[in-house]
């Protein structure tokens, strides 16, 4: 898909530097198509940048003042940032780059490479709010893990990005700051919780981002935003530094624009942490060494992978585009040697109440920090009590007020078991329905949403309608399971369509097996 994408013709107004292109690596001005010439070999940006920073075909600094350029232009129109990094300490980072390489010597895989941070992940000396008003100003004095590896294999944060206050949003309408807009079309929105991290990747603002996926929100924006998103298996990565809101359901994602973008920026932020009690100790594999060349392709590069197409996710209730675009990339996987067939997950539907009930409880547990004393902003007052009613009445928005009442009315004494313990129960029927699935399958793929991106204002006074919006991402939350959205269609709206995500689920742990590697040249030659 990601070879033959437009760019977003509004952002055609706002070309990166110009001395770039003479070069070996080339930054994409949107006012290019994105065509397989604008990659390097496996269509990764990350390989490329640092191929020419090695070979001095580009600078750390021309490349870093590229992209700030590139930001400093677009951000009025399209508000991804909370907080944009003070550029003079952006550019001594990048010189330090060069300076290293000019002296021969080492330099981290992620050299030069600018992401961009959800602004629920904590980042030592900036600004972390979660999108609420209760941390306004709030500085943390640490890194998230996830943060230090990157800063480690030397990445430079280049700001904060948007988000629904606390990750409780499909839009990120509910950030406490400002409205993000989604490049393909500014009257519509980037999708939530994570919009801001997709879209500054859209926009080309930076080169990858990190956001956070509790039930869809790195998935579903990334299907809004016509990018790649990457929600990694429960445990893979660490939630240290992760703002909590639902702890059984939260993981830190990805987001490129391409499928080995996020798989080398999984690979960074990977691996056991004495921090997390619950990441996993398993080892993790070399995800970059199985990434193939779509040169190296044969016609049927899929030949006998089995896939299975979840009924349940076509059927009534998402837009027919929506469901064209899904058919039409199964058709396609077929004509590459895949086994396609239908695959039916009766406890699907049941997904979405479940994951609400859960979520809701875990995050009314979790916020219940946040009362001006121990954690946030302190309203003024002479009483314990009212300090704390003050303070969280001013502090938190109405979804979070909202979400908590919720969560605390289904853990109290009276209806516990009618709600909590149910919802766990279905929680662990949804997990033996997928497992049963995929025994048969090697993945099972679903559209990302079921429409495209709405209109900003369209859904924000329909708390149903967006739930019902998470319908395809939440039960992959709650089986714990790894899965990857790639564009993969259009349909009607904006100046020159929107795009429409498809989602690839695989077994837990199973991120980069060798058949969503093929996925990756496949995708990126043939859509």
């Known amino acids: 898909m990601l070879s033959t994408i437009q760019p977003p013709r509004y952002l055609s107004r706002f070309p990166l530097r110009g001395r770039t292109k003479s070069r070996s690596f080339h930054i994409l001005s949107s006012a290019q198509p994105v065509t397989k010439t604008c990659f390097a070999a496996d269509q990764s940006q990350i390989l490329s940048i640092r191929d020419s920073l090695l070979n001095r075909h580009l600078s750390a600094v021309e490349l870093t003042h590229s992209y700030l350029d590139r930001l400093k232009q677009t951000e009025p129109h399209i508000n991804c940032f909370l907080h944009v990094s003070d550029p003079d300490k952006v550019l001594k980072q990048a010189q330090d780059i060069d300076d290293k390489i000019k002296r021969n ?66 839009t990120t309408e509910a950030s406490a700051f400002k409205v993000t807009a989604n490049p393909w079309d500014l009257s519509r929105v980037p999708g939530g919780s994570s919009g801001g991290s997709a879209a500054s990747v859209s926009a080309r603002q930076c080169v990858v981002s990190l956001g956070s996926d509790t039930g869809g929100s790195v998935r579903q924006p990334a299907s809004f935003c016509g990018v790649v998103g990457l929600k990694p298996t429960y445990g893979r990565v660490s939630r240290f530094g992760l ?113 609400y009930i859960l979520a809701s409880s875990e995050s009314s547990s979790n916020l219940s ?3 001006g004393v121990r954690y946030g902003n302190q309203a003024s007052s002479d009483e314990l009590n009212a300090l704390y009613e003050e303070s969280r009445a001013k502090g938190f928005g109405s979804e979070v007020k909202m979400r908590i009442l919720m969560g605390t009315y289904a853990l109290s004494a009276g209806y516990y078991d009618a709600y909590y313990k149910r919802a766990q129960q279905v929680r662990t029927i949804i997990r033996k329905s997928f497992k049963a699935a995929l025994d048969e399958n090697d993945i099972l793929i679903s559209p990302a949403a079921p429409s495209a991106a709405y209109k900003i204002g369209e859904k924000k006074n329909d708390p149903l309608a967006m739930y019902a919006g998470d319908i395809m991402t939440v039960n992959v939350n709650l089986a714990g399971l790894p899965a990857l959205v790639l564009p993969c269609g259009f349909v009607e709206g904006g100046a020159v369509g929107l795009p429409v995500g498809l989602q690839i689920i695989g077994a837990a742990f199973d991120e980069f097996a060798k058949h969503k590697c093929l996925l990756n040249g496949f995708f990126e030659r043939n859509l």
């Open 105 to 170: 010597e080492e330099v981290g895989p992620l050299a030069g490479v600018l992401v961009a941070i959800k602004d629920n992940i904590c980042t030592a000396d900036m600004p972390s709010t979660g999108g609420s008003y209760i941390l306004e100003g709030y500085r943390p004095p640490f890194d998230a893990t996830a943060v230090k590896r990157l800063k480690d294999l030397g990445a430079i944060v280049v700001g904060k990005t948007n988000l629904d206050e606390f990750g409780m949003g499909s």
């Open 243 to 355: 703002m909590a809101y639902a702890s059984s359901l939260d993981v830190i994602g990805c987001f490129g624009s391409s499928v080995a973008d996020t798989g080398i920026l999984l690979h960074a932020i990977s691996g056991h942490d004495s921090l997390d009690a619950t990441s996993s100790k398993r080892e993790v594999p070399d995800f970059t060494s199985q990434f193939t060349y779509a040169s190296s392709l044969k016609s049927r590069p899929l030949e006998g992978l089995r896939v299975g197409l979840i009924r349940e996710t076509v059927d009534a209730g998402v837009d027919s585009g929506v469901k064209s675009a899904i058919e039409g990339a199964a058709a396609h996987l077929e004509q590459l040697g895949c086994v396609l067939k239908e695959v039916s997950l009766l406890s699907f539907s049941l997904g979405l109440p479940a994951y």
């Open 369 to 371: 920090r946040y009362d």
